[in-house]
């Protein structure tokens, strides 16, 4: 999921399958074995979705995105 794309419509597919497997993540959590490492994990998930979703937001301002 690492690859960069240029397309609006790839970019709307990532940040879906980002949200369904950060989703997937949580919904795997069990309240007696779940730990603080596996909240440090979904912290940084969300650190990483936060600058995929400021770079396509400013591409799109930008309009450098095709359709």
């Known amino acids: 999921m690492g690859r960069a794309t240029d397309s609006k ?6 940040l879906k399958k980002r949200f369904q497997l950060l989703m997937q993540v949580v919904n ?14 979904i912290l940084r998930m969300l ?3 936060e600058v995929k979703l400021r770079r396509f937001r400013d591409d ?8």
């Open 28 to 41: 795997a959590f069990d309240a007696e074995t779940c730990r603080h490492e596996d909240l440090e994990n």
């Open 9 to 14: 419509t790839d970019q709307v597919m990532y």
């Open 60 to 67: 799109w301002i930008e309009e450098v995105t095709e359709k």
């Open 47 to 49: 650190d990483s979705l």
